[in-house]
């Protein structure tokens, strides 16, 4: 039964659909030379999937991507639209939904509670490598800059990524003691 969705998941999933939102709305920083800009939305992306594990935080990401190509400015700096799923950003974007996937299925991976290192670990993977493994090739494709140049330019998300992965950890533990609900059916609590 513990698997059975309910109305509260529904409600967690919209509100981390929100976060990734309103992480947004800093704004982004043009990376040199590159097409794709660095954004505190994948912090969002990363905490979905730590936070509510892999499909409910794959389905946040995805109710968030809906409401991006409905025409909702909702992009760093306020873009939405189509136009963004074909721009040099689309493979990125897709790219969340597995990455947040992947996160969710590495922090949870042998049940509760989470584990820090598996969070970071698993944030790093899922929110930052697999996203640059579907977003890279089809910015390449985009912007038709040969595949090698443009795994260069994705040097400069390393240091933010990281940093986020690190972020979405802390929070996500202090998450976890303080309302382990949030994660939904909690089966087991930590100490204090
Ligand atoms: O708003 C956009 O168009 C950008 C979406 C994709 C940004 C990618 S995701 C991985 C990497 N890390 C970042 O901070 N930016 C890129």
Redesign the pocket.
Known sequence: MQQQFEMRDLTRIVVFAAIIAVL?IPG??TVPGGA???????LGVMLAGAVLGPWRGASAVLIFLLLVLAGLPL???G?GGAG?FV???AG??I??IFGALVVGAIVRFGARPPVWWRTALGCFIGG?LI??VI?VPVQSLVTRLPLSKTIVT?AA?LP??LL?AVVATIITMALWRAYPRAFGNPTRRVAA
Do not use: H
Request: proline letters at 6%; glycine letters at 20%.
């Open positions: 947004g982004a920083i794709v800009p660095i954004t505190a939305q994948t992009l760093s700096g873009r963004v721009g040099p950003s990125f974007l790219g969340w930052a996203v640059y977003g994705t998300f933010g990524d986020k």
